[in-house]
C-alpha cells in the first residue's frame, strides 16, 4: 500500500532534532511548508526525495545577531548565510536598525550605515513599511529588532545630550509603534554614535515599553574591554528593573578585558538565579576588519569621511582624538583597545587604494617605515585614503571563545551581514568572514578538530537555544508540525572556506568572499534554497513578527 503523497522526502538521515539529544536515524515527509511526519516512511511517495545517507539533518540555524537590515534589501538572496546553513535572520542589532526613520534626520543615520545605505531607496518611515519591502522577496526567514540609537537619531539626532521630557515621550511613542509593527525587542550600541551618550535611566524606561509587549532587550553593552564587566552588571540592571529578558551581544572579552570570564559567569548566574532571563551570544572569531575612522571618538565619526579627514588634518583636533582615545571616556568597540594598549602590531592594513603597497603590513611596521608615530601613522592613512581604508584587528584571545562555546548560556551569532561573491555586495568592503563561514568554522573546528562542543550540544546553540530566546514556538526544532526549516550537510566535510587563521599570510587566501563547503540542501519553509551546494533562485522566506 502506497502512503501518502508529500512535498519533500528525506531519507536515511542522521537527524539532529536542536533539543541536545544526540542523533537518531529516521525520514522526514514534508508537506505544505511545514514537517508532516518524521519516522520510518516506508511506501512513501514525494514529489522530492532526497537521499540523505551519512548526512546529518538539523534544523535551521537561527542567528540571532546579525546587521542584514540593508543588504537583503540590496540581495534578497541572501547567499553567504543561505550557503552556511542560516534560514532565520535577526536584523536590527547594535541599536542600529533600518526603521523607524525621521525625514529630518535621515541623513544621521544613513552615515551610521555607511556605504550600504547608498545601495537602497529609503522610501520607508514606519518599521511596518520597512518591514514590507523585506515581504516583496527573501530567501531567508526574518525577524528584526528595533534599535535603540535609531529611535534617538529620529528624535534627538546624534547629540551628546539627554532627551527632554517630550523627546522621551516621543522616542516612547516610537518604541510602541516598532513593537506592534512586529519587533521583537530594543537592541543597544552603547559604544558607538548615538547610543553612547544615553544614560542607563533612558534605556530602563524605553524597555518598559518593551515589557508592555513582551519583547526582550539585547545589548551591545557600553563596554566590552576594561569596563566589560561593569557593562554588563548595566545590561542586567536595565532587564530586572523594566521587567524584560536580557541578551547580552557577542560578549566576549576583548583586548584589555581578558581573563574576566570567570567573574562574568559569576554575574550571569547571580542574576538568573535572581529570576532575570539573561543570555548571550558570541562568534568564534579572533579578528574583525573595520575602517579605521571606527576607532575614532564617537563625535570625531559624525559627518562621515569628508568631516572626519577635515578633523584629522587639523593639528589640535588630531591631538584631542588622540587624547580621547587613551582616556576612553566614552569606551569605542573592542577593537580600539588594541589602540589604546598601543598594540599596533596586531592591526593589518587590509583595504586601501593610494597605499595599497603596505597592505599586509601592520600599523607598528608602516609607522617604523615612515619614521612617524604610530598614532599619526594610523591618522595619516585615513587622510590618505579619504576614510576609504580598513585593517584587521586581531583582538580577541581564542581561549576566551573555547571558554564561551562550552557554557550553556551562550549561543552562536555571525554579528555579520548578508552578502555574496558578486554585484555590490562583493564590491563593500569590510564583512568579516563570519557572514560566509561562522556555522561551517564551529562545527569544523571546535567540533570536528578540536572536540570542544559535541555535535548535537552545537545545533542546539545554533537552533533551538536562539529560537526559545526569540519566543518562536514552531521553528528550531525538527517537530512534526513545526515549519520545515532544515540544513542537511556532511559532518565530516563541512568546511569554512573564509577565515585564515592568525599569524597571517598576505596576500589572504580564503578572507572573506568564500562560500562554505559540505552543506548539500538547506530547506526554507518547505521549500529548497539550497541544493547541491547551489542556490536555487527561490525566495521562500518569511518576515516574523512578535
Known amino acids: 500500500m502506497v502512503r501518502a503523497m508529500f ?28 514537517i508532516a511526519e518524521i ?29 542584514s537590515d540593508l543588504t537583503l534589501l540590496i540581495n534578497p538572496r541572501a547567499e553567504s548565510k543561505i550557503r552556511q546553513g542560516v534560514t532565520t535572520e535577526v536584523v536590527g542589532n547594535c541599536g542600529l536598525s533600518a526603521a523607524p526613520t525621521n525625514k529630518k534626520t535621515l541623513r544621521l543615520l544613513k552615515e551610521q550605515w555607511g556605504i550600504e545605505a547608498k545601495e537602497v531607496e529609503w522610501n520607508w518611515t514606519a518599521f511596518d513599511e520597512y518591514l514590507r519591502q523585506l515581504e ?107 521587567g524584560v529578558p536580557v541578551q547580552v551581544s557577542h560578549n566576549c572579552p576583548k583586548y584589555g578585558g581578558h581573563e574576566k570570564l570567570k567573574e562574568m ?33 564617537q563625535w570625531a565619526q559624525a559627518g562621515g569621511s569628508k568631516k572626519i579627514v577635515e578633523r584629522l588634518k587639523d593639528l589640535k583636533t588630531r591631538e584631542r582624538i588622540k587624547k580621547e582615545i587613551l582616556e576612553d571616556k566614552h569606551p569605542g568597540p573592542g577593537y580600539v583597545g588594541l589602540v589604546k594598549h598601543g598594540r599596533w602590531d596586531r592591526i593589518f592594513l587590509f583595504h586601501c587604494k593610494k597605499n595599497e603597497h603596505l597592505i599586509g603590513k601592520s600599523i607598528k611596521e608602516i609607522a617604523k617605515m615612515r619614521k612617524a608615530d604610530s598614532f599619526d601613522a594610523y591618522f595619516d592613512l585615513i587622510v590618505e585614503e579619504k576614510g576609504d581604508v580598513s585593517a584587521l584587528f586581531y583582538y580577541i584571545e581564542e581561549e576566551d571563545i573555547r571558554t564561551l562555546l562550552r557554557h550553556p548560556l551562550m549561543m552562536v551569532c555571525t554579528d555579520g551581514a548578508a552578502s555574496a561573491t558578486y554585484g555590490v555586495l562583493k564590491k563593500i568592503e569590510g564583512y568579516s568572514p563570519c557572514s560566509y563561514g561562522e556555522y561551517p568554522y564551529i562545527l569544523e573546528r571546535y567540533v570536528r578538530e578540536e572536540g570542544i562542543l559535541s555535535l548535537h550540544e552545537a545545533i542546539r546553540k545554533m537552533t533551538s537555544f536562539p529560537a526559545q530566546k526569540l519566543g518562536l514556538k514552531d521553528r528550531g526544532l525538527l517537530i512534526e508540525g513545526m515549519w520545515a526549516d532544515m540544513v542537511i550537510f556532511n559532518p565530516a566535510t563541512i568546511k569554512d572556506k573564509a577565515t585564515d587563521r592568525f599569524p597571517y599570510s598576505f596576500p589572504l587566501k580564503n578572507y572573506p568572499h568564500k562560500y562554505s563547503e559540505g552543506i548539500e540542501y538547506v530547506i526554507v519553509n518547505g521549500q529548497i534554497v539550497v541544493q547541491k551546494g547551489k542556490h536555487t533562485g527561490i525566495f521562500p522566506g518569511k518576515v516574523l513578527r512578535h
Open 136 to 242: 516583496k522577496a527573501v530567501s531567508v526567514n526574518v525577524a528584526s529588532l528595533v534599535g535603540h540609537g535609531t529611535i534617538r537619531t529620529a528624535i534627538i539626532g546624534v547629540d551628546d545630550r539627554q532627551p527632554t521630557r517630550e523627546e522621551m515621550e516621543q522616542m516612547k511613542t516610537l518604541v510602541a509603534e516598532s513593537m506592534e509593527d512586529g519587533a521583537f525587542g530594543l537592541s543597544s550600541g552603547l559604544v558607538y554614535l548615538p547610543g553612547c551618550f544615553a544614560e542607563t535611566s533612558e534605556l530602563i524606561e524605553l524597555c518598559k515599553v518593551v515589557s508592555n509587549y513582551r519583547g526582550f532587550y539585547t545589548s551591545h553593552t557600553r563596554g566590552e574591554r576594561e569596563m566589560i564587566v561593569e557593562s554588563l552588571k548595566e545590561a542586567i540592571e536595565i532587564g530586572e528593573r523594566a
Open 39 to 67: 519516522g520510518k516512511l516506508i511506501n512513501t511517495r514525494a514529489e522530492r526525495v532526497l537521499d540523505a545517507k551519512e548526512l546529518v539533518v538539523s534544523p535551521g540555524f537561527i542567528d540571532i545577531h546579525t546587521h
Open 265 to 297: 559567569f559569576e554575574i550571569y548566574e547571580k542574576a538568573r538565579a535572581r529570576g532575570v532571563e539573561v543570555t548571550l551570544d558570541n562568534d568564534a572569531h579572533t579578528d574583525f576588519n573595520p575602517y579605521l575612522s571606527q576607532v575614532l571618538p
Open 7 to 34: 512535498d519533500i522526502l528525506v531519507r536515511n538521515g542522521l537527524l539532529i532534532d536542536g533539543t541536545g539529544n544526540p542523533w537518531f536515524k529516521a525520514d522526514i515527509g514534508v508537506s505544505n511548508g511545514k
